[in-house]
């Protein structure tokens, strides 16, 4: 829900509840603060980002306290404002600079959201500013303003922690790092993943938060954890297991499978999955838009001989040749490919090329998530190989077909064969998944699946971060 309203302060607002927001230095002096000024509530279930973290000042103390400025008082307003930062003078725009203001005027404390829009700002804004080292062993910019927006009062006053300016400096000037949290990725071949792979326990993933952070950094590290002792609901609604793992991180993505599906044999099988044969290596749903992130696949019968589940690093072949192929990299940073599902009444259609980085304009920009699913792939449209010679589709095609031996490598995958009440997780944007065939006559195999939105892991990820996380804040 979006509410815009412009809440006017009131006459001695500003100094009954603090002027002021910044972004606290560190976890403990924001909660306190926090605490000390909205309740203990609000801060329960609402870790901020290290960013909104570093937005949150005693105000009142701004305006009551005589403070020491390093600067002289009064200095001259201008439309790009200098902050001296570590010794050096760092320039600022007023329009970024009071477009982050977060006193209680500025952002509705309960809701959070922001109670001016950017186009609010007059382009005419100035801001005066000062710095002071004083407040709970913060230093902070404190900002005047003139030709503030419409209707805030004369002595409305923006208050950002330097530890706020410097990391703008640095998001500003690093796009790898614009995440809440970023553990180092681990490309994986099957030696590595072998070492790595870990197998958690049910009870310990629902009950314990350090487990689930443990899954869940596994995920962002590895692309694959599994979860084992997951019970087996037989009676009753036998999705119940799987979606109970799904919702320990968040909402669950329904697509037309439903909010969970059945991997068995089936006669007439609409997709291959359904099928007892060899299933190659591939993605979900590549032909949609938004592509499920994660996917969960718990084993709920595995009494038919074969079916061993095998999965392959994306991220470790692509890398591998941005170093040893460049050209072929390249092909496949750019060369569109289609993707589509037309059955049963339904017409999905993607075109996409097979990796996409972080920054597209940047070819040296990390991996962001890689799309490759053989089995729904279309025709070839915007590139048929008329031109050129069809060069740019023969590079593509060595690109893929080198791709393709590297993923499939025995020496780069990772093979398990599901016990009934194991349950994988793995990241579809990145880990390919296949299964060998199984002798579907001799017995039951049947898999639960479901997926869930990036999003939802994301937040869950950078929440837990915030709470375990030693690395949460350091790169
Ligand atoms: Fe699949
Ligand atoms: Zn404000």
């Known amino acids: 829900m979006f509410t815009r309203s412009l809440r006017l302060p009131s006459p001695g607002f500003i100094r009954s509840r603090g002027g002021a927001l910044g972004v606290g230095r560190g976890k403990v002096w924001t909660r306190r603060y ?79 959201q922001k109670t001016f829009q950017t186009a609010d700002i007059p382009a005419s804004i100035e801001g005066s500013c000062q710095v002071t080292s004083e407040l709970d062993e913060m230093d902070l910019a404190l900002i005047n303003w003139k030709n503030d927006i419409s209707g805030y009062p004369e002595g409305h006053q923006t208050a950002l922690p330097l530890d706020f300016l410097r990391e703008s400096l640095r998001l500003e000037n690093n796009h790898q790092t614009r995440q809440h949290i970023i553990p180092q990725r681990a490309f994986w071949e099957s030696k590595m993943m072998n070492r790595d792979i870990a197998f958690l326990d049910y009870d310990s993933y629902m009950k314990s938060e350090k487990t689930l952070y443990q899954a869940l950094k596994l ?26 793992v799904v919702e320990r991180i968040g909402s669950l993505r329904e697509t037309f499978y439903g909010r969970t599906w059945d991997v068995k044999s089936v006669p007439n099988a609409k997709n291959v999955a359904y099928t007892n044969v060899y299933l190659g290596l591939h993605m979900d749903l590549c032909y949609m838009d938004n592509t499920p992130h994660l996917q969960f696949l718990h084993s709920m019968r595995a009494r038919a001989p074969g079916g061993e589940s095998m999965f392959s690093d994306s991220f470790y072949a692509a890398e591998k040749m941005r170093q040893e192929a460049p050209e072929l990299f390249e092909a496949l940073r750019t060369f569109d490919v289609t993707y589509h599902y037309f059955n049963d009444g339904m017409a999905y259609r993607q075109i996409r090329p097979t990796v996409e980085l972080v920054d597209m304009g940047d070819p040296t920009s990390p991996i962001k998530l890689i799309n490759w699913s053989p089995p729904f792939q279309g025709p070839f ?95």
């Open 34 to 112: 926090s605490n000390a000024l909205y309740g203990e509530q609000q801060e329960a279930d609402q870790p901020s980002s290290p960013l909104d973290e570093a937005i949150k000042i005693p105000a009142a103390k701004l305006e009551n306290e005589n403070l020491h400025l390093d600067t002289p008082r009064k200095p001259s307003f201008h439309q790009q404002v200098e902050v001296e930062l570590d010794g050096k003078t760092a320039t600022f725009d007023s329009i970024f600079l009071r477009d982050s203001c977060k006193c209680p005027v500025c952002v509705n404390p309960s809701s959070t």
């Open 381 to 475: 449209t915007h590139d048929i190989g008329t031109k050129d010679g069809g060069k740019a589709l023969k590079v593509y095609h060595a690109a893929a077909q080198m791709f393709d031996q590297l993923t499939n490598d025995t020496a780069n995958m990772y093979e398990y064969r599901m016990n009934e009440g194991d349950c994988v997780i793995f990241d579809n944007r990145r880990v390919l998944h296949a299964r060998r065939a199984f002798e579907a006559a001799k017995g039951e195999r049947w898999l639960k699946g479901a997926y869930m939105d990036r999003d939802v892991y994301a937040s869950k990820l950078a929440v837990l971060g915030e709470m375990y996380g030693e690395e949460g804040k350091s790169q």
């Open 219 to 244: 995920i962002y590290t590895h692309g694959l954890v599994f979860i084992k002792n997951v019970p087996d609901t037989t009676a009753g609604d036998n999705a119940q297991s799987v979606t109970s």
